[in-house]
């Protein structure tokens, strides 16, 4: 319940019309507002420190920092799969030398960072703390460290079910992970070790129970790893789980989100209290920050995702006693290509108008009492619970990888499959389309920031810039005692920061351990997905798909790729999934490979199709490589498709180039982007 249930009443009980207006004495006390971030990253360090040091300017309380594929995936840029990647989705940080230009003049010691970085996250730790220690050259490493505050997202197994930047196989994964969170308890208490992460799991199509039991059982994997490695004392554990964060994905029905947030903050009381046997209240507090959703902003009248990120954030905001310790925005127009940095400043202020103009963090928890919250967080709960047995019983997390994923991609398509039917109404998509011109969006290639054609270039010349000026010799030494430690179950961290001071690349540290523990590629979820039911719609596709197939000889065969280094497979598994139910026979590999694997496939196949999703900004490069790649194995003619987030000057030059057809989020017709693909085949046959 509020503080003060009614605005005009003091808390004695006298009315306020009796007393005269309102002073500045007695207005209830505020509480703090939460860290306020932007996700920001992009192009060279130098480029994204200055735009840090803007943000900060404005008002930002909080760092949040992009990285961009390679580097989450731990690739230097002159690496073959980081074609076309190198600084379009963050910033690329290959070697100290660029940690030091990111944070330049931005004192560390006195600021909360967040680092979007996972399968990478000790070696950026590393890095972050060695930089950290530059600036302060009077203070030893371990005072410098105890004064170090943010968070790592460094949850390895959403990336498994959804984000797709992992570099190494689960186990060692898991063993990073626990030697990073043992380090900073002991080293660096003020640090997030963790962030456990259900904002991509919603992304993938997770419902609100299976992002809360899926990310819960993520929880309870790593805190069972650290438990199980030994490096932290009983005395030390309810400081590791005190310092677990969680960083999730808020939708735009606030009410519902609402409920799943004061779900999280019961379930997690409850976990750490009864499985883990934490007694401090303040070690068992849900922590989490917020970036809300971008799945659910549209291409199509763009100007109402403005609408869509406030309820979204209210649903993380409004009720007090499970409200974000941190929040960070989406720009309105992110369906669309990259923000600007004005795009950036108007989320950013949406959150200072909540906070500071608004009344919103005068009262207690509004929702406290409320019998229509109250039932909803029950159901959500007791799903939930459900949920995280099932996972439990197959072994945990790790052993049910493969399971989630196919849950998330099935959860996905039930969802693309109530917006298509018009079930699900997006507004300005599936209902109410009929617009006036928009302003913001007169000239749509300047509604967005282009990407700095010169960043690859910069980022090449700084790493071989940066080789050249390095000890070789201590490079090697160092890479060679992190192989060794990695063969031991010593905790990587110590190796890891002796690798950063020698001047070791994140490629070269993300290599040396790819020696060690292996490969590994992800489950793709498509082969266990539901299949979808045949309307009228679906039907006729499938005819005309059989059809085809048997002009042609034999079953449509397609080819889903992803070229490069963008893990969002989302909108690749959902096509395969409808291309599969319309009768295609579909490949699908799954993420992270070059053009030219995608073209042996395509020989290897015979496919009469090949369809390409990226995401990353890296359309350009990525698909003339394949066109060209198509065309030296003498299969010029084969048609080609691109889906992803690609500005209409783009799409133009891509058919310019040879590309068949070109869609974006605005095709939100799965069944109908099926059709197209037929048609494309019949034109490339000569059959109509």
Known sequence: MSDYPHRDELPSGRSRSTL???????????????????????????????????????????????????????YDPDSPLSRGEVGKVGVPVPHLGEMRRLFEDI???????????????????????????????????????????????????????????YAFPPEASMRLIADMIAYTVHQIPKWNPINICSYHLQEAGATPTQELAYALCTAIAVLDQVKNAGQVSEDDFEKVVG???????????????????????????????????????????????????????????????????????LGVTLSKNARARALQLPAWNEALGLPR?????????????????????????????????????AELVEGAKQEIDRVQAMGGAIAAVEYMKSELVSSHAARRARIESGDEVIVGVNKFETTEPS???????????????????????????????????????????????AKTDANLMEATLA????????????????????????????????VAEAGAELTAVRDRVRQTGEELGGRLRLLVGKPGLDGHSNGAEQVAVRARDAGFEVIYQGIRLTPEQIVAAAVAEDVHCVGL????????????????????????????????????????????????????????????????????????????
């Open 341 to 377: 940095p004005w795009d950036q400043q108007w989320s950013l202020r949406l959150q200072q108008v909540l906070a500071f103009e608004s009344d919103l963090l005068e009262y207690g928890d509004i929702f406290d009492g409320s019998h229509v919250i109250e039932a909803k967080v």
């Open 243 to 313: 310092r677990i964060s969680f960083f999730v994905n808020a939708g735009v029905r606030f009410v519902e989100e609402t409920c799943k947030m004061r779900a999280f903050v019961q379930l997690w009381d409850e976990i750490t209290r009864e499985r883990y046997g934490v007694t401090d209240p303040k070690m068992r507090r849900f922590r989490y920050g917020v970036q809300v959703n971008s799945l659910g902003l549209t291409e199509a009248q763009p100007e109402n995702n403005v609408q869509r990120i406030v309820l979204e954030m």
């Open 613 to 688: 999703s990226i995401l990353s900004g890296s359309h350009m490069e990525l698909v003339p490589a394949v066109l060209d790649g198509l065309r030296e194995a003498g299969l010029g003619d084969l048609p080609v498709i691109v889906g992803g987030i690609i500005p209409d000057s783009d799409g133009r030059r891509l058919q310019e180039l040879g590309v068949a057809a070109v869609y974006t989020p605005k095709d939100f017709g799965l069944t109908e982007i099926m059709a197209g693909i037929v048609e494309v085949i019949r034109k490339a046959n000569d059959l109509d």
């Open 439 to 485: 302003p913001l969006t007169a000239d749509l290639d300047g509604a967005i920031m282009a990407a700095d054609p010169e960043a690859e270039r910069t980022a090449l010349a700084s790493v071989e810039e940066w080789k050249a000026q390095r000890d070789g010799d201590a490079v090697a030494e160092a890479l060679a005692a992190l192989a060794a430690a």
């Open 20 to 74: 005269g207006p309102m002073t500045e004495m007695d207005r209830p006390q505020k509480d703090r507002p939460w860290v306020m971030r932007t996700y920001a990253g992009h192009s060279t360090a130098a480029a994204s420190n200055a735009l840090y040091r803007t943000n900060l300017a404005k008002g930002q309380t909080g760092l949040s920092v992009a990285f961009d594929l390679p580097t989450q995936t731990g």
């Open 107 to 165: 004192p560390l010691t006195e600021m909360n960072t967040s680092m979007t970085i996972n399968a990478v996250a000790m070696w950026m730790l590393a890095m972050y703390q060695v930089v950290a220690e530059e600036q302060c050259p009077d203070l030893s490493p371990e005072e410098v460290a105890a004064q170090l505050a943010g968070t790592t997202q460094n949850d390895i197994i959403k990336e498994y079910l959804s984000r797709g930047t």
């Open 499 to 530: 690798a950063a001071r020698a001047g070791a690349t994140t490629g070269e540290w993300a290599g040396t351990l790819r020696e060690v523990f292996g490969e590994y590629r992800g489950p793709t979820g498509v082969s266990g997905a539901v």
